[in-house]
């Protein structure tokens, strides 16, 4: 162990990053309170002093849309004709000529088909078992809507985000540019996009795939991006000595080089794309997505549970099936094999549609399977949720109910009651502490924007619940990291449950808390703590198991007990990998705040939400973009006080 | 310039930094290692010049970090050179376009790399044919000269393999294949071998002087490894942090070092089977008591002849005429060289 790291774990036993300065901090949040009591415009800011911007953005969409008609028809349209096929080749059939779609039995044959191909038997049986449960559930024309969609956006998105990330690495200015817009584009969440696209382009499923796209290019680019710079030197220079052209070296060498990693950014195009899926419905997409929507708001919890399962299933299937061919090395294949041996995976398939196309004429239910032959456990699970809530509602509501009066509302009200001084101020404070002058700016600049676009209200809710959220995930968290580090098999099992918590779209968690606590602020918090414990757990693991080893039995040698051991040695030094975890959370926790707006809110996200219907770009664009703000503002001061960390712990 | 050397080199500079030209135009030219060191600059290759005979192999030597790699990638242009100047059979390297010089490396040059810097995605066949595919060749001639090429390496039967399914050495012979295949008029070859396993090495050596006996190709080859050196090459350059302090045979590198670092490089040669006895021969002639060595006999073939021998044995001409003499302590000094011949007594006759 270097001796930087004994002084400093020795020197610092806290993790407080106040030390000497916290006088300077309390000095400064008591006169800001004192001044805010004296000059009220100090503590709220006056309403006449709002800004219009969110008129002017308004406006401004509202003028673009009427002149850029022209471009946004051609382009829905170019958009349209792909959807349109792909339809009627899943669900449509093309009833003028007298053409059926797709046979689901050809179709289930298919994914059985391509998870043989990538993977082996496994996967086909896993592949083909989960698209047969859409037939069977009588979900299969929304699956094939919903699949449609996804077919017809990750093409169009990988291509976009190849191509964006082939320019970056040709022009060191592009990839600055590019850089700075895919961090907003990624910051800002989904539902943002959807008021701006509804002005442009209306409602029903090409915007919704517009506004898919905006979300789903982004990992792509930067997959590229990443993988053509992780070729390794000796390969691009063998390319260049064969003498490549600048051309032949991008197609022959650097992609295909680069495949692996291209692959990734696919299987993250996809999830991006299922994970749009019930959103892009509030922009008129119909699917599955619109239908659970449908379900939520009705609380019928039984279909909910039934639909969610199959968005699920198709985001897992196509994971999987991404990810096989990520892993799947090029086969070699012996001279002289004949084509339809090579080729015996489409040969299959080719045989058995039309095998199904023909068997269809004498049996229909080949081709689409009755509604009196699909199952449905809907009323069970109705059946499961009105038992809870008739017997296990007694004990769940005094537990919401103090969680709620304790954490949650006293939360909520400090911050609301916190003068826009003290708050600004202490967060730009710690900036200069952390950075100067550039680190303090940004929460000035980025939440003093939101307030006087007239959000300061919605700003703190939204801080609020993230906050709330936040501590809950490191409540539980950091001490699952810490036991799992501990523990190498209880390690793997959590891994894997953090693992699949990221697979499932987003949304599926509003289902179960829904179910168990009804709407309410602690319902939002515990739909975004399903999906943002993952990386407190995930990063605290890391920093626990990357603290040398040396390290902590010197510690042991210098007669620290266990709890010693923990809080002066290990978590000091674990800490800078905690933070990053906590920033990590945090991200998670924003980018389901649009998300619980589905099921009623009071912050930033219902703001996105109530903008749709009215078209009122403004409120919606801005609203998305706060959240973003919040999310750069954290990332940038955790990710400070993580580097500081790191450099005094001389790990940097 | 010699007018019959395949590459030619003068002055030449590659410079890491900010601002290359700016630093070297602000030192007129020739930086000195105090300047680089106080600039924060790298001076990758300084001030090397030096001519590649027709058909000879030259090796390129010097410690990790010397600038061998950067030379000769100066030299093939995959990177820039600061400054100076690279004549290619009497071209310009430096002036040529981007297309001709993608010309000059379809057709002339071929390149051998530490680490294979094989296509992962394509088989053993279409790895050796890539060269041959990029300048437009129609598939069925190229994949004909291809499996030439690797008969030629001795791969045959692998050709729809996998780079991840060979091991390092057949990874490496596919790699001298594709460099092979567009019969370049010079080789290029940044330390082939040195990622590989000890014995292995040694096959591959013996292969590539197999191969060269056929080919007759000019070489560049890069090592650190002054044994694989003196092995394989014709003339030997040595670097230091960027210059090329010598340029010579072997023998004259043993025999002559330029200075102590050299000296360093060369303790640990076969000098047994470098030196020749001419090298180390004394100039006092002595008459021919029955048979003499001759001069151009390695030591190791004439050590036995000579330590057996009391008296001082003469050393003959190609004619067979005497032109000096050796002893056995001539020849055990040069065998067993030491610094400090006080520090190992043990070694005095
Ligand atoms: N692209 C580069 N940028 C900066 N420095 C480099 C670069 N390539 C090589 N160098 C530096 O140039 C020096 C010579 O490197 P190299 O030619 O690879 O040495 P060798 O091949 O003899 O091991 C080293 O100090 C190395 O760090
Ligand atoms: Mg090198």
């Known amino acids: ?652 | 310039m010699t007018p019959t050397a395949k590459i030619s080199c003068r002055n030449l500079w590659k410079i890491f930094g900010p601002t290359p030209d700016a630093f070297l135009a602000r030192h007129g030219g020739a930086p000195k290692l105090e300047h680089f060191k106080a600039e924060g600059m790298i001076g990758a290759v300084r001030d090397v010049s030096f001519d590649v005979h027709p058909g000879e192999i030259l090796i390129i030597m010097g410690l990790s970090g010397s600038g061998k790699s950067t030379l000769i990638r100066a030299i093939t242009r995959l990177n820039d050179p600061t400054a100076g100047s690279i004549m290619f059979e009497g071209q310009d390297l430096l002036r040529v376009s981007e297309d001709e010089l993608v010309e000059l490396r379809r057709h002339k040059m071929g390149m051998v790399f530490q680490h294979f810097g094989l296509l992962p995605h394509r088989t053993v066949l279409a790895n050796v044919a890539f060269p041959l595919e990029v300048r437009g060749s129609p598939r069925e001639e190229r994949e004909r000269r291809a499996m030439e090429m690797l008969k030629l390496v001795g791969l045959e039967g692998r050709e729809s393999y996998f780079p991840r399914e060979l091991s390092g050495g057949q990874q490496q012979r596919v790699g001298i294949a594709r460099s092979l295949a567009v019969g370049p008029d010079i080789w290029f070859l940044d330390e082939p071998f040195s990622a590989l396993d000890p014995l292995i090495r040694r096959e591959m050596q013996d292969e590539f002087m197999r191969l060269q006996k056929m080919l007759k190709k000019t070489i560049v080859f890069i090592t650190h490894d002054f044994e694989e050196a003196v092995r394989l090459g014709d003339r030997i350059g040595i670097m230091k942090e960027g210059q090329l302090v010598q340029l010579a045979t072997p023998e004259e590198m043993i025999s002559q070092p330029a200075d102590d670092y050299v000296r360093q490089f060369t303790s640990n040669a076969p000098r047994d089977r470098v030196l020749s006895v001419g090298s180390i021969a004394s100039h006092m002639v002595v008459p021919p008591t029955g048979a003499g060595v001759a001069a151009s006999a390695k030591l190791g073939d004439a050590a036995a002849q000579v330590l057996a021998s009391d008296a001082p044995l003469a050393v003959l001409d190609d004619m067979g005429q005497p032109i000096g003499s050796v002893t056995r302590e001539m020849m055990i000094a040069a065998m067993f060289p030491s610094r400090d011949a006080d520090k190992h007594p043990e070694r005095q006759p």
């Not at chain 1, 859409?134 to 979900?139: H, Y």
């Open chain 1, 1 to 652: 162990m270097t001796d930087t790291t004994m002084r400093a774990t020795a020197d610092r036993p806290s993790v407080g990053i106040f030390g000497p300065h916290i006088l300077v901090f309390g000095t400064f949040v008591v006169a800001t309170v004192a001044l805010a009591a004296l000059f009220p415009p100090l503590d709220t800011w006056p309403e006449e002093w709002v800004l219009p911007v969110r008129e002017w953005v308004t406006e401004f969409f509202a003028w673009l849309g009427a002149v850029a008609k022209p471009v946004t028809r051609t382009i829905a349209w170019l958009l349209a004709q792909p959807l349109a096929f792909v339809e009627a080749v899943l669900y449509r059939g093309v009833p003028d000529w007298g053409l059926k779609p797709l046979p689901w039995v050809a179709v289930v044959a298919g994914a059985v088909l391509i998870g043989h191909w990538l993977a082996g038997a496994r996967l086909a049986l896993f592949a083909g078992s989960c698209t047969a449960y859409l037939a069977v559930f009588g979900l299969w024309q929304d699956s094939m809507q919903t699949l449609s969609i996804v077919l017809v956006t990750v093409p169009l998105a990988a291509g976009a985000g190849l191509a964006l990330g082939i320019w970056a690495t040709r022009s060191a200015r592009a990839d600055k540019v590019l850089n700075a817009a895919l961090d907003l584009m990624q910051a800002t969440p989904h539902m943002a996009y959807l008021a701006p696209v509804v002005v442009l382009f209306g409602f029903g499923q090409v915007p919704a795939m517009l506004a898919t796209l905006i979300f789903a290019v982004p990992p792509m680019a930067r997959c590229t991006i990443l993988g053509i710079r992780t070729v390794p030197s000796d390969v691009m220079e063998a390319g260049r000595m064969s003498g490549c052209t600048t051309r032949q070296l991008l197609w022959k060498v650097e992609l295909p080089a680069a495949q692996q990693t291209l692959l990734l950014g696919l299987n993250q195009v996809v999830m991006q794309t299922l994970a749009m899926v019930v959103i892009a419905s509030l922009v008129g997409a119909s699917g599955l997505g619109q239908k659970l929507l449908y379900s939520l708001q009705q609380l019928q919890i039984g279909k909910a549970v039934e639909q969610g399962i199959a968005i699920t299933l198709i985001a897992i299937v196509l994971d999987r099936l991404t990810r096989a061919a990520m892993h799947r090395a090029p086969q070699r294949i012996p001279d002289g094999t004949a084509w339809h041996v090579r080729h015996v995976h489409l040969v299959a398939f080719l045989a058995i549609t039309l095998g199904a196309v023909l068997l269809a004429q004498v049996l229909p239910q080949l081709s689409v399977l009755p509604r009196n032959m699909t199952l449905s456990f809907g009323q069970p699970i109705n059946d499961v949720v009105r038992w809870i809530s008739r017997n296990l509602y007694a004990y769940i509501k005094p537990v919401r109910d103090t969680i709620t009066i304790w954490l949650l509302l006293p939360i909520r009200d400090f911050y609301l009651w916190l003068p826009w001084t003290t708050f600004i101020g202490f967060l730009a404070l710690i900036g200069w502490y952390l950075g100067g002058l550039r680190l303090a700016l940004v929460p000035v600049c980025l939440l003093g924007f939101m307030m006087v676009a007239g959000f300061w209200t919605p700003l703190m809710l939204t801080i609020y619940l993230v906050t709330g959220c936040t501590i809950l995930a490191i409540m539980i968290g950091v001490p699952t990291g810490i036991w799992a580090s501990r523990h190498p098999r209880g390690a793997k099992v959590t891994l894997t449950i953090c693992d699949t918590l990221q697979t499932f779209p987003s949304f599926i968690y509003l289902i179960p808390v829904i179910m168990l606590l009804q709407t309410s602020d602690l319902s939002n918090v515990i739909a975004m703590l399903a999906y943002a414990t993952v990386p407190a757990v995930r990063y605290t693991y890391l920093g626990m198991i990357l603290v040398p080893k040396a390290t902590v039995e010197a510690a042991t040698a210098s007669g620290a007990n266990a709890r010693q051991r923990l809080w002066k040695v290990e978590l000091p030094i674990a800490l800078p990998e905690i933070l990053l975890g906590i920033n990590q959370t945090i991200m998670m926790a924003l980018s389901m705040v649009a998300i619980t707006a589905l099921i009623g809110s009071r912050d930033l996200g219902q703001e996105i939400y109530k903008a749709l219907p009215g078209a009122e770009t403004g409120r919606g664009l801005i609203a998305g973009i706060g959240i973003a703000f919040i999310g750069i503002t954290a990332d940038r001061l955790i990710g400070a006080w993580a580097r500081r960390r790191k450099k005094d712990l001389g790990l940097a």
